[in-house]
C-alpha cells in the first residue's frame, strides 16, 4: 500500500466507518475522522461534517486526497446532498474516492445506485463496495440486534431466503486496500462472508453460540415495511422491506471471493464474528 496522502473518512464514528479509521491509521496512514461532533477517534484528525450542513464540507476537505463515503443514513434520495459534495471534493483536489453502497443496490439503482453511477465520471481512480449485509447487524445497534437482545426474535419478510453477510472489519480491510494501494480498483466489489445462511440458520447459530434462544419470525412485506416505518421515513422503509423481499426470492443467495483477492486473506465466518462479539 502507499503510504502518501491524506484520507477523510466520512462516517467515521459507523460501523465500516470507524473500522476504516482505525485500520488505516495502524498501518500508518494519515486520516481525518469526519463526523457531525468531530468524535476524537485515537490515530485520526477530527473534523465536524454533515451532510445537510454543506458550511462544514470545506474544512473537512482541505488537505485531503482521497475519501472514504458513507451516504447519508435513512436517505431514499442521497444524491441530492451527495453530489454536489463530490464535485466539490473533486474540485479541491481529491482525486480518489471510495463508495460504500450495498450489493442489493447495482449502478443506477434506487437511492446510492445514483451516485454509484456518476463516480467514475468524477474521480479518476474510484471504487464502490457493495457489501452484503452486515454481520454486526446482529451484535450492534442494529434493529436485528435489538430485537435479539429485546425479544429473542429476528424479524423479516425474507422468508427462508439466503444472505452472504460479511464482517464490517472484511469490509474494512477491503476499503482501506481500495484506497491506497497504488492502482485503485476503478470498479464495483461484491462483498460477502464465506457462506449463505438464511435468517433461521443465523438465530440457530446466535442460540448455539450465546445460550440466548432466539427465533426468526417470518412477516409479510406489507408487515416488514409497517414495522420499519416506526423508525425510518416510508419511502425508506419500503425500500428495505423490498430487499427483504428480494432476499426470499433469492436475490442474495451468493458468495464471491472479493475479500480474499482484495486483501489476500480468506472473509471471516459468521460463528467466527459471533464469538469474537457477544461471548
Known amino acids: 500500500m502507499t503510504t502518501t496522502g491524506t484520507t477523510l473518512v466520512i462516517g467515521a464514528t459507523g460501523t465500516t466507518g470507524s473500522r476504516t479509521a482505525a485500520q488505516l491509521s495502524a498501518c500508518g496512514h494519515r486520516v481525518r475522522a469526519a463526523s457531525r461532533r ?23 476537505l482541505g488537505g485531503a486526497d482521497r475519501v472514504y463515503l458513507i451516504p447519508p443514513v435513512g436517505d431514499a434520495d442521497p444524491a441530492a446532498v451527495m453530489l454536489p459534495f463530490l464535485r466539490q471534493a473533486h474540485t479541491a483536489g481529491v482525486h480518489r474516492a471510495v463508495l460504500l453502497s450495498s450489493s442489493a443496490i447495482p449502478e443506477g439503482g ?10 467514475p465520471d468524477l474521480f479518476e481512480h474510484w471504487a464502490v463496495l457493495r457489501p452484503s449485509w452486515f454481520m454486526q447487524n446482529f451484535t450492534g445497534a442494529h434493529a436485528h440486534a435489538m430485537s435479539v437482545r429485546e425479544e429473542g426474535v429476528i424479524w423479516t419478510a425474507a422468508g427462508s431466503g439466503r444472505v452472504g453477510f460479511v464482517d464490517a472489519e472484511d469490509i474494512a480491510a477491503v476499503a482501506a486496500r481500495a484506497l491506497t494501494d497504488e492502482h485503485a480498483p476503478n470498479t464495483d466489489l461484491v462483498l460477502t ?71 489476500g486473506r480468506p472473509a471471516r465466518g459468521f460463528r467466527a464474528l459471533l464469538q469474537r462479539e457477544m461471548t
Not at 110 to 119: C, F, N
Request: net charge negative; charged share 20%; no cysteine.
Open 38 to 60: 468531530a468524535v476524537n477517534i485515537p490515530g485520526t484528525e477530527p473534523v465536524a461534517f454533515d451532510w445537510y450542513e454543506p458550511a462544514t464540507h470545506a474544512a473537512a
Open 110 to 119: 434506487p437511492a446510492v445506485g445514483t451516485v454509484h453511477r456518476a463516480l
Open 193 to 263: 462472508g464465506p457462506e449463505t445462511l438464511s435468517y433461521d440458520d443465523v438465530a440457530t447459530i446466535i442460540t448455539q453460540v450465546t445460550g440466548l434462544p432466539v427465533e426468526h419470525h417470518r412477516l409479510s412485506y406489507e408487515q416488514m415495511r409497517d414495522r420499519l416505518e416506526a423508525q425510518v421515513p416510508l419511502e425508506f422503509a419500503s425500500m428495505l422491506a423490498g430487499m427483504d423481499r428480494a432476499i426470499a426470492e433469492g436475490a442474495e443467495d451468493r458468495i464471491t471471493d472479493t475479500v480474499q483477492r482484495l486483501t
